[in-house]
């Protein structure tokens, strides 16, 4: 359990940014893993299990976030993050997406 | 952004009388229209987007709150009201709380960053409990106001 948090680069990829669904989707695979998981906007941290957390980083369409995270099963939680963001949230393109 | 830059003052209801989810938001989309933010035409095609978003996943983001929103062509810059609930509405909210305290949206379809954005404010204000109490426990709408203005000025969350 005295593994350095792992950290990974994600960019917020889908046009409409990280509004309350890729949010709510974030918070829905955070809360399925065991490790903490922290998504960084330059200094600000937001707690991954934390819906109003993810809210407060206002992450629009380009922006770069660092992912950490930190616990047994981090390597697992990466991959699924990692996957969240790699895919638009899986947003389809439009006005309807919101 | 701060709220007063979208929320309507005009249109914040301080004692929403209805008692369901399509009722409030509909409530709330009129006091928008009674503000002057929107066209009387343009409303139930609002109160539908709004409905139809909800089929995504509840607005009721937990704490007694809901933030039911959409985007809309008719609208030129981002309008939002805030209303609150004695007694409650029943919004499916994730943990099932009857929700209190609305922060209804209506923005530009061209405009995604300003919605991002006023869900940071709100995101941000919310998290402070005394905030999120003192709106539920007020009884007037200058009594909304102030408390927006308050957070507006940084006395609430940092």
């Given at each position: 359990?005295?593994n350095?948090?792992?950290?990974?680069?994600?960019?917020?990829?889908?046009?409409?940014?990280?509004h309350?669904?890729?949010?709510?989707?974030l918070?829905?695979?955070?809360?399925?893993?065991?490790?903490?998981?922290?998504?960084?906007?330059d200094?600000?941290?937001a707690?991954?299990?934390?819906f109003?957390?993810?809210?407060?980083l206002?992450?629009?369409?380009?922006?770069?976030?660092?992912?950490?995270?930190?616990?047994?099963?981090?390597?697992?939680?990466?991959?699924a993050?990692?996957?969240?963001?790699?895919?638009?949230f899986?947003?389809?393109?439009?006005?309807?997406s919101? | 952004?701060k709220?007063?830059?979208?929320?309507?003052?005009?249109?914040?209801?301080?004692?929403?009388?209805?008692?369901?989810?399509?009722?409030?938001?509909?409530?709330?989309v009129?006091?928008l229209?009674d503000?002057?933010?929107?066209?009387?035409?343009?409303?139930?095609?609002?109160?539908?987007?709004?409905?139809?978003?909800?089929?995504?996943?509840?607005?009721?983001?937990?704490?007694g709150v809901?933030v039911?929103?959409?985007?809309?062509?008719?609208?030129?810059?981002?309008?939002?009201?805030?209303?609150?609930?004695g007694?409650?509405?029943?919004?499916?909210s994730?943990?099932?709380e009857?929700?209190q305290?609305?922060?209804l949206?209506?923005?530009?379809?061209?405009?995604?960053?300003?919605?991002?954005?006023?869900?940071?404010?709100?995101?941000?204000?919310?998290?402070?409990?005394?905030?999120?109490?003192?709106?539920k426990q007020?009884?007037?709408?200058?009594?909304?106001?102030?408390?927006?203005?308050?957070?507006?000025?940084?006395?609430?969350?940092?």
């Open positions: 359990m005295s350095q948090p792992l950290r990974r680069k994600v960019v917020v990829s889908n046009p409409q940014g990280l309350m669904r890729p949010a709510r989707l918070v829905e695979q955070a809360a399925l893993f065991q490790a903490k998981i922290t998504l960084w906007k200094e600000e941290p707690d991954c299990e934390s109003l957390s993810l809210m407060t206002g992450a629009e369409c380009g922006t770069e976030l660092c992912l950490t995270v930190e616990g047994s099963d981090a390597e697992q939680a990466v991959e993050i990692v996957k969240l963001f790699d895919n638009g899986y947003e389809p393109e439009g006005a309807e919101e | 952004m709220f007063s830059d979208f929320i309507s003052v005009p249109a914040i209801r301080s004692e929403l009388t209805s008692d369901d989810k399509e009722a409030v938001i509909s409530e709330l009129q006091s229209l503000a002057g933010e929107i066209n009387a035409e343009e409303k139930d095609d609002i109160v539908a987007a709004i409905m139809k978003r909800e089929e995504l996943g509840s607005t009721g983001i937990g704490r809901a039911p929103h959409t985007k809309h062509p008719s609208v030129n810059k981002l309008v939002g009201t805030v209303g609150v609930s007694d409650g509405v029943d919004f499916e994730l943990d099932g009857r929700v305290l609305f922060f949206l209506v923005s530009p379809p061209e405009r995604p960053g300003d919605h991002l954005r006023a869900l940071e404010n709100i995101s941000r204000q919310l998290r402070d409990d005394a905030f999120c109490r003192f709106l007020s009884k007037t709408t200058d009594d909304i106001k102030q408390l927006l203005d308050e957070a507006d000025n940084n006395q609430f969350a940092s």
